[in-house]
C-alpha cells in the first residue's frame, strides 16, 4: 500500500507515521490467511488481524483516508465475519468516514452471508434501546441493502421483531425510549458542534 506522507511532524503525524507499517502489515496478513479453515491458530491470527485493522480505522481513520480505503477494500468479507458485534458498535463512531467504512464492510458481509447481520440490522431499525439518529440512518442502509439482497428473510426477521416488541413493550415505555433517543441525539449533535468549533479555532 501507498503511504501517505506527513508535512508536520506533529505528535498525531508521528503516530500516524508509525502505524502505517502496522496497517499494511494486517492488511497483508488477512489477505494472506486462509479464511475457510477451522483451524483454530488461523482463526485466531485473523480475528487478531481484523480486531488490529478496525482499531487503526477508528483510532486514525481521518488521517489515513487513502491508505485504509485501499485497505479495507482489498481484504475480504469473510475475514470480517467473526467480529461483527465490534462492526456494529463502531457505527456510533463521531467521524463519518469511519461510519461509512464500518457501514460497506458490514454491507459485504450482508451480500455473501446475510443470515449473519440481518437480526442487528433490523433490531438496529427498530430498536428502542437509546442511539442517535446518525446510527439509525446507518442501520437503514444495511437494511435496505440486505432487502435488495434477501428481501423475503428481512421481511420475516422484521415480523419476528414486530411482534416480540409488541407483546413485550407498552405504549409508555416506547414513547419514553423514544424521547431518550431524541435527547442522545442532540447531545451528540451539540458535542459533534463543539469538537467542530474547537477545531476551526486552533487551525485559524
Given at each position: 500500500?501507498?503511504?501517505?506522507?506527513?508535512?508536520?511532524?506533529?505528535?498525531?503525524?508521528?503516530?500516524?507515521?508509525?502505524?502505517?507499517?502496522?496497517?499494511?502489515?494486517?492488511?497483508?496478513?488477512?489477505?494472506?490467511?486462509?479464511h475457510k479453515t477451522n483451524e483454530e491458530s488461523s482463526?485466531?491470527?485473523?480475528?487478531?488481524?481484523?480486531?488490529?485493522?478496525?482499531?487503526?480505522?477508528?483510532?486514525?481513520?481521518?488521517?489515513?483516508?487513502?491508505?485504509?480505503?485501499?485497505?479495507?477494500?482489498?481484504?475480504?468479507?469473510?475475514?470480517?465475519?467473526?467480529?461483527?458485534?465490534?462492526?456494529?458498535?463502531?457505527?456510533?463512531?463521531?467521524?463519518?468516514?469511519?461510519?461509512?467504512?464500518?457501514?460497506?464492510?458490514?454491507?459485504?458481509?450482508?451480500?455473501?452471508?446475510?443470515?449473519?447481520?440481518?437480526?442487528?440490522?433490523?433490531?438496529?431499525?427498530?430498536?428502542?434501546?437509546?442511539?442517535?439518529?446518525?446510527?439509525?440512518?446507518?442501520?437503514?442502509?444495511?437494511?435496505?441493502?440486505?432487502?435488495?439482497?434477501?428481501?423475503?428473510?428481512?421481511?420475516?426477521?422484521?415480523?419476528?421483531?414486530?411482534?416480540?416488541?409488541?407483546?413485550?413493550?407498552?405504549?409508555?415505555?416506547?414513547?419514553?425510549?423514544?424521547?431518550?433517543?431524541?435527547?442522545?441525539d442532540v447531545g451528540f449533535r451539540i458535542r459533534t458542534?463543539?469538537?467542530?468549533?474547537?477545531?476551526?479555532?486552533?487551525?485559524?
Open positions: 500500500f501507498r503511504f501517505l506522507t506527513c508535512s508536520q511532524h506533529s505528535p498525531q503525524s508521528s503516530q500516524t507515521s508509525s502505524s502505517q507499517p502496522s496497517l499494511s502489515s494486517s492488511a497483508n496478513s488477512i489477505n494472506s490467511s486462509p482463526i485466531c491470527e485473523n480475528i487478531t488481524a481484523t480486531l488490529r485493522l478496525l482499531k487503526l480505522l477508528v483510532k486514525y481513520g481521518h488521517d489515513l483516508e487513502d491508505v485504509l480505503t485501499k485497505a479495507l477494500e482489498g481484504t475480504p468479507s469473510a475475514c470480517w465475519q467473526d467480529i461483527i458485534p465490534q462492526l456494529f458498535a463502531r457505527l456510533g463512531h463521531p467521524e463519518p468516514y469511519v461510519q461509512d467504512q464500518v457501514q460497506a464492510l458490514i454491507s459485504r458481509i450482508g451480500q455473501d452471508v446475510p443470515h449473519l447481520v440481518v437480526y442487528p440490522a433490523v433490531v438496529g431499525c427498530t430498536s428502542t434501546s437509546p442511539s442517535t439518529l446518525a446510527q439509525l440512518r446507518q442501520f437503514q442502509q444495511i437494511t435496505s441493502s440486505l432487502i435488495a439482497n434477501k428481501p423475503i428473510l428481512v421481511r420475516e426477521v422484521q415480523l419476528m421483531i414486530s411482534e416480540l416488541t409488541r407483546i413485550t413493550m407498552l405504549w409508555e415505555e416506547q414513547w419514553i425510549v423514544l424521547l431518550q433517543q431524541l435527547q442522545n458542534f463543539k469538537e467542530e468549533a474547537q477545531r476551526v479555532s486552533e487551525n485559524e
